[in-house]
């Protein structure tokens, strides 16, 4: 095995490549089962960070409002890493992503076909953790061969008012909302695994072994090590989350 201590600060590339050892170790054991299975374990993660940013949202007293969807992510990029664009009706909120590291990383190993699942369900159900009351759909991803992710904020159409808001609320919460990639690959793990676990019992941790040895041989002794320390935290908690 590869154990070299290299790439060791966790960014987007390490989560992706997570995900699609999951996927790829998944499908060899289980062949035609395994989608359905990744399903509800994308969907477990999704509404889990959706709850999480929603509970700090209601810590400060702010409504589940698109808005504060936005402004509540909890993850940030590099510079270079996405190119997204809005547009705007009196309908809907058109989000456009051209660009983003998970596919970056899935397209650089030539594994498109293990980011699918992730790009296709992760969106619409973070969302829905987030609250029941906001519909994001998702008409392509470029996973599945769009050129570019398509989302709409349905029934809640920002103006360029709201987008002032939006950057001024961003401001005010500078990093407050946001976690380290340590911290959401771990969640990744974990989330994924509790799924695996109940759905295959022994088969399960399996799987999930078989999938962290590829992202050790990828990434190296301390990157695993890093992964394990963030396996059992309490994902659905929010107790550190001080407020504006």
């Known amino acids: ?65 698109t808005l504060n969807y936005l402004a509540y992510g909890e993850w940030e990029s590099s510079p270079g890493d996405m190119d997204i664009e809005f547009k705007y009706n009196s309908e809907s909120t058109n ?50 061969g769009s050129e570019i992710c398509d989302f709409y904020f349905r029934y809640e159409a920002l103006d360029e008012e709201d987008f002032k808001l939006l950057k001024n609320r961003k401001d005010k919460l500078g990093s407050k909302a946001k976690k380290d990639w340590d911290y959401h690959i771990g969640h990744l793990l974990s989330s994924v695994e509790e799924v695996f676990t109940e759905e ?15 992202y050790e041989d990828k990434f190296g002794k301390e990157a695993y090590a890093r992964l394990m320390k963030y396996r059992d935290l309490d994902y659905e908690s929010v107790d550190d989350y001080e407020g504006i």
């Open 1 to 65: 095995m590869n154990t070299k201590n290299n790439n060791t600060i966790a960014t987007p590339k390490h989560h992706a490549m997570l995900f699609s050892y999951i996927v790829k170790a998944a499908r060899e054991e289980l062949d035609s089962e395994a989608d359905e299975i990744i399903k509800k374990a994308v969907i477990n993660y999704a509404m889990q960070r959706g709850r999480r940013m929603a509970k700090r949202v209601k810590k400060d007293g702010l409504e589940l409002s």
């Open 200 to 214: 295959l019992e022994d088969e399960g941790p399996v799987i999930i072994d078989k999938a962290v040895e590829l």
């Open 95 to 144: 989000m456009v992503v051209h660009k983003c590291p998970w596919y970056d990383a899935w397209k650089s190993e030539d594994i498109l076909e293990y980011g699918e699942p992730y790009c296709k369900y992760i969106d619409g159900y973070l969302a829905k953790g987030f609250s029941e009351d906001l519909v994001l759909d998702v008409d392509g991803t470029r996973t599945e």
